[in-house]
């Protein structure tokens, strides 16, 4: 069983960044392709961006491209996503995900474990 704690979210200004970090509690992170997703109010849950297990690939939601980046430490154990230039329509809680797999995929229901998310609050 692999915990998942996602950490870094807040209320921000537009324009401004922020960095989200996920740790995972099993030392076999590196097993594992991440990503991380976000459900805004009265939306259904998104992909955002992934990423492999060795970190080598990556891919990311139309919407974030060119904003957000997704890495990864195998070392720490631990996914980011770093968010800039955010936006309104960014809020949401944004949740790490983790498949048993080499490589990501784009649907929720591909993951394996789940963190229990973390607030990104976007004012203007």
């Known amino acids: 069983q692999v915990q998942l704690r996602e950490s870094g979210g807040g209320l921000v200004q537009a324009g401004v960044s922020l960095r989200l970090s996920c740790a995972a509690s099993?030392?076999?992170?590196?097993?594992?392709?991440m990503a991380w997703f976000r459900q805004g109010p009265g939306k259904e849950r998104e992909f955002v961006a992934g990423?492999?297990?060795?970190?080598?690939?990556?891919d990311y939601a139309d919407s974030v491209k060119g904003r957000f980046t997704i890495s990864r430490d195998n070392a720490k154990n631990t996914v980011y996503l770093q968010m800039n230039s955010l936006k309104l329509e960014d809020a949401a809680v944004y949740y790490c995900?983790?498949?048993?797999?080499?490589?990501?995929?784009?649907?929720?229901?591909?993951?394996?474990?789940w963190g229990q998310g973390t607030q990104v609050t976007v004012s203007s």
């Open positions: 995900a983790a498949r048993a797999s080499s490589y990501f995929s784009n649907y929720d229901r591909m993951y394996h474990y």
């Open positions: 099993d030392p076999t992170f590196s097993n594992y392709a």
């Open positions: 990423i492999t297990r060795s970190g080598g690939s990556t």
